[in-house]
């Protein structure tokens, strides 16, 4: 009697278990792709942050902020490792952002509003450049906005 129980408790189980993990009939949605995989992952991630420096560089209203760091080779290359990372992890990708908090990287520098738009026009103009979606384009910029905080006037 009490082998036929552990049997059954075994059947029960194991049928419990097939019915929500492994019968693809079932009613379980499958889960939608987050915005880092929406976005193309992280080249199309780096390709984004290349043109968006590269925007930034051109653009007369803020490139003055940037003389110092496009003038030494490992700094633009930090920059853009650590905007690839952040952009990365704070769209759910695979990356850590190893980089300072957005008030220890922009502490004493003044930025203004002005400046503040001018940089996420730039990220808009090489998103748009890379035909990103407008859904993808306002999910990444709502994970940005809230920084704006840390940023300006700090
Ligand atoms: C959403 C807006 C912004 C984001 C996400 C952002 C992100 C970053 C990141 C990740 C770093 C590197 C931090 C580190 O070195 O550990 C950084 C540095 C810096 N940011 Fe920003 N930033 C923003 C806005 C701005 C604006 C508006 C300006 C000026 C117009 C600015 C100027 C700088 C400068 C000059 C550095 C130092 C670069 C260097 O290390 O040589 N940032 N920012």
Same mark, same amino acid.
């Given at each position: 009697?009490?082998?036929?129980?552990?049997?059954?408790?075994?059947?029960?189980?194991?049928?419990?278990?097939?019915?929500?993990?492994?019968?693809?009939?079932?009613?379980?949605?499958?889960?939608?792709?987050?915005?880092?995989?929406?976005? &193309?992952?992280?080249?199309?991630?780096?390709?984004?942050?290349?043109?968006?420096?590269?925007?930034?560089?051109?653009?007369?209203?803020?490139?003055?902020?940037?003389?110092?760091?496009?003038?030494?080779?490992?700094?633009?290359?930090?920059?853009?490792?650590?905007?690839?990372?952040?952009?990365?992890?704070?769209?759910? &990708?695979?990356?850590?952002?190893?980089?300072?908090?957005?008030?220890?990287?922009?502490?004493?520098?003044?930025?203004?509003?002005?400046?503040?738009?001018?940089?996420? &026009?730039?990220?808009?103009?090489?998103?748009?450049?890379?035909?990103?979606?407008?859904?993808?384009?306002?999910?990444?910029?709502?994970?940005?906005?809230?920084?704006?905080?840390?940023?300006?006037?700090?």
């Amino acid at each position: 009697m009490k082998n036929y129980l552990v049997l059954l408790s075994f059947l029960s189980l194991t049928l419990a278990g097939m019915s929500c993990g492994e019968n693809k009939d079932d009613l379980t949605p499958t889960p939608s792709p987050n915005l880092y995989e929406r976005l &193309g992952g992280i080249n199309a991630i780096t390709a984004v942050v290349d043109q968006f420096l590269a925007n930034v560089v051109a653009d007369n209203a803020i490139n003055g902020r940037f003389a110092a760091t496009v003038a030494d080779p490992f700094r633009t290359q930090l920059l853009r490792n650590n905007l690839i990372d952040q952009i990365c992890a704070g769209s759910g &990708g695979p990356c850590q952002y190893k980089g300072k908090t957005m008030l220890e990287a922009h502490q004493g520098m003044q930025i203004t509003e002005a400046e503040f738009n001018a940089l996420v &026009g730039d990220l808009i103009a090489a998103l748009d450049q890379f035909n990103v979606p407008t859904q993808e384009k306002n999910d990444l910029l709502a994970i940005l906005g809230p920084m704006k905080t840390d940023i300006v006037d700090q």
